[in-house]
């Protein structure tokens, strides 16, 4: 007690000189009183705690504040419900005589042609999210590897979808001798190809904000007039099947095939949620 008596009475005389300093002229002094402090409850001389949950309170306020400013996540399912639907009617129902499709990529016809519906629906999968962080997810329909099928690899895109304003707009459109697998984040691998003596390679991505996909290299062979003996590899970066744009590559056959392999081996799985879990109206 003493103590805390001690350091009242000091602050007040220093708060009374700092007090002087900036009185007026003339100006009559005021007698100082020094009253002890009131004992505290506690007679440890601990200092008082705030009360338990006081902090956390005003952290979850701050928190739920700066939730409230972030955007909410838009409903995949709901914004691509056309596409979804539109895929699925092709599957339950089949091709009929006139049917337009708007939104199926000619990978999912092809399959639907071939492949009986009960195995579509589990060997198709769907996957929303926001694959180049712009904010709006995309929509992947492709094919669900079966793991116990080596050849299968990690499975093909043959639709990808985003959304320009309201519309949706379909930037990668994948079949049998045109395919893309995912690499990761906004990236594709793809190969294509065009008979023995013509096939094509590369590596695109999906920029925010984008429609189509951007190139970041392309390979291709082609024959040399109608010399079909002699095979020669192009390069560009514009994602085009044409020597007019494309520049010879010094690369044998045997160097241009491993880096064919090369890209490959960066291939993903990406998780698909097959159709037939699809809520289908």
């Not at 008596?5 to 000091?10: E, H, K, P, Q, S």
């Not at 003339?26 to 007679?43: F, H």
């Not at 700066?66 to 339950?92: H, R």
């Not at 589990?122 to 995309?138: A, C, Q, S, T, V």
Request: charged share 25%; net charge negative.
């Amino acid at each position: 007690m003493k103590k805390h008596a001690l350091l009242f009475l000091t602050s007040c005389l220093l708060l009374s000189f700092a007090g002087c300093s900036e009185k007026k002229p003339d100006a009559a002094d005021d007698p100082i009183t020094i009253e002890a402090p009131a004992e505290s409850a506690d007679t440890d001389g601990s200092e008082a705690q705030p009360e338990k949950g006081s902090v956390d309170t005003a952290q979850a306020s701050e928190d739920q504040g700066k939730q409230a400013e972030q955007p909410e996540v838009s409903d995949g399912l709901s914004l691509y419900a056309p596409v979804l639907n539109e895929t699925c009617n092709l599957i339950y129902n089949g091709f009929h005589e006139d049917d337009r499709f708007e939104y199926v990529s000619s990978g999912v016809m092809d399959m639907a042609n071939m492949v009986e519906k009960d195995e579509l629906l589990n060997i198709l999968g769907y996957n929303i999210e926001d694959i180049n962080n712009d904010g709006i997810p995309e929509l992947m329909i492709g094919t669900i590897p079966d793991e116990k099928d080596e050849v299968s690899g990690t499975g093909e895109i043959l639709g990808g979808y985003t959304m320009i304003g309201d519309d949706i707009v379909k930037f990668l459109e994948g079949w049998a001798r045109s395919s893309y697998q995912w690499l990761g984040g906004n990236r594709f691998y793809y190969f294509g190809s065009g008979g023995a003596a013509y096939s094509a390679f590369g590596t695109f991505h999906l920029d925010p904000g984008k429609s189509e996909l951007t190139c970041e290299d392309f390979y291709f062979t082609d024959t040399e007039g109608d010399n079909f003996d002699v095979i020669i590899p192009y390069h560009n970066t514009t994602g085009q099947w044409d020597t007019e744009v494309s520049q010879k590559s010094d690369m044998n056959e045997e160097e241009l095939w491993k880096l064919c392999d090369d890209m490959r081996a960066g291939c993903m799985e990406m998780e698909m949620t097959p159709l037939k879990s699809y809520p289908f109206p």
